[in-house]
């Protein structure tokens, strides 16, 4: 028979309650400032640990081909809560922020060379949603961002170890993502079906009609309310730009020829569920698209509520492990983006009353495709 379970064995309580000495082995023989600093930090890694659990299984979801439709629910789920979880990360720096200089500046000396930069769950997290390792931001300094996860000898730490693990766990949510999307079915065709890059071209095209459409409404709109000749023609450039910009962009004309097909497709479905998101078979997708906008503008969210902190607590000195400090987070919280194309056609996307019709429309019922 099992013994009977109680509370502060199941938490590990004590345990728990002896992490928050730093480098002292009691923290009674610190500050409450510093006691704070560590707690506020390590609740930090918990709350990553949790989103790095819910990022494997959303992409462990998306890997499958077919993924399930009863898979998108759950997947939702647990993007909704990566969300929530960087959110209440964020919310911690409030706490943070009942630091004056003064006090923080009383135990920063201990932290040199560390860096919150050292977190490899932060890193993980990043590589795994998809963050190109082409993007990343110079921390102001030669060092790179694996270098910083070593051991001072330059010998491997566990947490160079667990990045490293990290960087071969492949796909990356961003790639199974871009993979699932490029298999939407696009007026009722898919990439293995005979003539499907014809149907994603006409949809491109009729699509981009509407688009041009849209702009006319609003360029009249806006040129009602113009000053002079001069207001006019920059209104006319600014929406004739957007119209060759939009078409541009659904062709993936900024990419070599060779890539273009499969980008341009991918874009075309993300427009195509965002615009007839009513149809049953494109409720979920829609769903998972929306949840993927909300998490980014959460991890976007984290890292500039990082900058503020940082910024009023102690200013724009250099941060202790090297780095450029505020500059750096600032940076990134402008430049670190994932899903550039979820977000981009938001620029693209149109009122319901100027969509092209939708072809088989059957084919996005409940019942699913009708021959």
Do not use: C
């Amino acid at each position: 028979m099992r013994k009977p379970t109680a509370y502060w064995e199941y938490i590990k309580i004590e345990e728990l309650l002896s992490l928050q000495g730093g480098l002292e082995a009691d923290d009674r023989k610190i500050t409450n400032d510093e006691v704070m600093f560590i707690t506020i930090h390590q609740i930090e890694e918990l709350w990553l640990k949790l989103a790095l659990r819910e990022l494997e299984s959303a992409r462990n979801l998306f890997v499958q081909v077919p993924v399930p439709e009863v898979s998108l629910a759950a997947a939702v789920r647990g993007i909704h809560r990566m969300t929530e979880l960087l959110k209440f990360a964020g919310d911690h720096f409030a706490l943070m922020e009942t630091l004056t200089t003064r006090d923080y500046l009383a135990f920063r000396d201990k932290l040199n060379p560390a860096s919150g930069f050292q977190s490899a769950q932060l890193r993980e997290l990043e590589i795994l949603a998809g963050l190109p390792e082409e993007d990343r931001i110079p921390l102001g300094h030669e060092k790179s961002y694996m270098v910083m996860l070593r051991n001072h000898d330059g010998s491997a730490s566990s947490a160079s170890e667990r990045v490293e693990r990290r960087l071969e766990d492949t796909p990356t949510l961003r790639a199974t993502i871009d993979e699932w999307l490029f298999r939407t079915p696009i007026q009722g065709s898919t990439p293995d079906r005979a003539g499907d890059a014809e149907t994603v071209r006409a949809f491109i095209e009729a699509y981009s009609r509407a688009h041009a459409k849209s702009a006319e409404q609003a360029l009249a709109l806006a040129l009602s309310s113009a000053l002079n000749d001069g207001d006019r023609e920059r209104l006319a450039a600014r929406y004739q730009k957007e119209v060759a910009s939009a078409r541009s962009f659904l062709l993936a004309e900024e990419l070599p020829e060779e890539s273009r097909a499969r980008r341009s497709r991918i874009r075309a479905a993300l427009v195509f569920i965002e615009s007839y998101r009513e149809l049953p078979l494109l409720a979920w997708p829609r769903a998972v698209i929306d949840g993927l906008v909300a998490f980014e503008q959460a991890f976007v969210l984290f890292r500039q509520r990082h900058a503020r902190m940082v910024e009023r607590v102690i200013g724009r000195r250099t941060g202790t492990g090297g780095s450029a400090g505020v500059d750096y987070l600032d940076q990134t919280a402008l430049r670190y983006r994932i899903f550039r194309d979820v977000w981009a056609v938001r620029t693209l996307l149109v009122q319901q009353s100027v969509l092209p019709p939708v072809e088989h429309e059957g084919f996005y019922s409940f019942a699913g495709p009708q021959e």
